[in-house]
């Protein structure tokens, strides 16, 4: 009889795998409540195997943030084709799914948990905002944002951010209808600033040309109409 050998790992190759360990427990629970013993329990591994390869726990909490970073600011491509509210509509979806997926590791991202205040977790926060932020410059068309749209797209991400921390906290209120409320959200805070300013009144009549009656941009001004008239 015949009996496997277990293959050894390279460095790389064993470190993204403690990371991809580490990022699903931070995904089931807090980071804080997560041991050094529990990752190296689920990857196999003895807890000294561990600090061979990361320092502590910081250090590989801080490397499953930028795995999980990484993930999420690649939630925002998408494809510039269609109209925009059909894109953004997408973009909340996957959004979504990785708050849906990751919640705790969601939570411990954009709050912090061990690594709460240090410089290297903030980065990592700042660079999934700015990711955002170039992508939906990109769905506009816009290399120079003027002051008052690049103030409506950094408030629409953080109110997207805001918003998914708290459905985590109970689910309350169904997923599908706060990814199509931040949508509406997005055009609501585009036509108040369009309302005061004639530059973004130009591109909300840019963006709206392209949108059918039954997208999601022509659902929130229909039900707008609906409440004053």
Known sequence: MTTGVRRRMGVEERRQQLIGVALELFSRRSPDEVSIDEIASAAGISRPL????????????????????????????????????????????????????????????????????????????????????????????????????????RSWISLAESTALIWLDGRRIPRAE???????????????????????????RRLVADEPADGPFGDVAGRLTSLVS
Not at 118 to 141: C, E, F, K, P
Not at 194 to 204: F, I, S, T, V
Request: hydrophobic letters at 45%.
């Open 178 to 204: 706060l990814e199509v409320q931040l949508v509406h959200d997005f055009a609501a805070l585009t036509a108040v600033s369009a309302a005061h300013d004639e530059e973004m009144g130009a591109l909300l």
């Open 50 to 153: 561990v600090y061979h390869y990361f320092p502590g726990k910081l250090s590989l909490y801080e490397a499953a943030l930028q795995r999980a970073a990484d993930d999420l600011a690649a939630r925002f491509v998408e494809p510039a084709e269609g109209p925009l509210g059909a894109r953004l509509l997408r973009v909340m979806g996957r959004y979504f799914d990785f708050v849906d997926g990751h919640g705790p590791g969601f939570s411990a991202l954009m709050r912090g948990g061990p690594a709460v205040g240090s410089s290297r977790t903030n980065a990592l926060v700042d660079s999934v905002r700015q990711a955002a932020y170039d992508q939906i410059l990109s769905h506009l068309g816009v290399n120079d944002p003027p002051a008052r749209l690049e103030l409506v797209v």
